[in-house]
């Protein structure tokens, strides 16, 4: 497997990972403990704890911009892209998305905390898009 295919699982396995340490600690330790029902969970409002309603967004987020990655790293593997710099944007892809979901997660969102976040979502963006002209500058022809 080439290196952006195992960030790519990297980013899976770490969206599942917060989705359980978080979200589902936090409702399987309510409702095993009768302080809440199963019911009580609704996708249309968000309540409870404020780190789990960031966890609920940060789960969201890494759900939002996994399959632009897969289709990136996807778009790489069959054209047979590699190299150096794929590989360090692909790593800094998934760092980046790490980081960013555990200030989301770990901090109240004052206005630091939060431009400190988007700098990280920022980072994977533009990896996004680098990695894009990359297949681009392969798959289209030279002139």
Avoid: D
Wanted: hydrophobic residues 55%; proline residues 3%.
């Amino acid at each position: 497997m080439t290196l952006p295919v195992w960030t790519l699982l990297g980013f899976v396995a770490w969206t599942l990972m917060l989705l359980l340490l978080t979200v589902g600690v936090y409702r399987w330790t309510r409702i095993l403990t009768g302080r809440g029902p199963i019911s009580e969970f609704s996708t249309y409002k968000l309540e409870g704890a404020g780190w789990y309603c960031r966890a609920m967004r940060a789960h969201a987020n890494c759900i939002e911009n996994l399959p632009v990655y897969g289709v990136i790293v996807f778009s790489l593997y069959v054209a047979g892209i590699g190299g150096q710099a794929v590989n360090v944007l692909a790593v800094t892809v998934l760092a980046a998305r790490v980081v960013q979901s555990l200030v989301h997660v770990c901090f109240v969102q004052t206005n630091a905390v939060a431009s400190f976040r988007f700098a990280f979502f920022f980072v994977q963006f533009v990896s996004f898009v680098a990695l894009i002209v990359i297949v681009l500058r392969h798959a289209l022809p030279q002139t």
